[in-house]
């Protein structure tokens, strides 16, 4: 049935968290400071690897690692090693992993590409620029911005105006640039 949740278990990423959760089950399974030691204890990375999850796994683990611990680790290993980390801690990342999966934070990585970002930051400081350019040359004209022109009916200059062609050029190009799909 599609609302019953079973469709969820088809994600491969829930199936390999199944599997690292598998072999670190207990305290006797994990280690620390190597990927195995002699009496076939691993630890994260270890376990990792040995379901084939890399891919899938690096980045929903570091980012649960960050909201368990409150700590920013770049390697998973590093994690893993800290004097601080308990068997516990591991699990606890392995269950907020499973968490952000469910929710899926984890699989989406970024939720709007970076260029839409750009994009939308570079149209909203553009228009900011542009109005506060032309409240400011409305009431000092002397610091008019480049390509104001004074009004024609104004012999003295006093009041400048702002050209068309620069801000319709400018708009067209921010125009462009957040509707292109890169």
């Given at each position: ?43 994260l ?63 989406s ?37 480049v390509?104001a022109?004074p ?32």
């Open positions: 049935m599609p609302l019953d949740g079973t469709d969820l278990f088809d994600d491969p990423s829930l199936a390999k968290l199944n599997q690292v959760e598998r072999l670190l089950a207990t305290e006797r399974h994990w280690c620390k400071g190597r990927l195995r030691d002699a009496d076939g204890r691993r630890c990375v270890d376990a990792i690897t040995t379901v084939g999850g890399r891919l899938e796994l690096t980045r929903p683990i570091l980012r649960a690692i960050k909201e368990v611990s409150g700590r920013r680790y770049w390697r998973i290993e590093t994690f893993n090693d800290d004097p601080l980390t308990t068997h516990r801690d591991v699990l606890r990342v392995l269950h907020r992993t499973r968490e952000d999966i469910f929710e899926g934070i984890a699989a990585g970024c939720p709007e590409p970076w260029h839409r970002k750009l994009a939308l930051s570079l149209r909203r400081l553009l228009r900011r620029l542009l109005a506060g350019d032309s409240r400011q040359a409305a009431e000092h004209p002397a610091h008019a911005p390509g022109v009004h024609a009916d104004d012999a003295g200059g006093s009041s400048a105006r702002q050209s068309k062609r620069p801000l319709s050029a400018c708009s067209s190009l921010v125009g462009e640039a957040s509707d292109a799909r890169w």
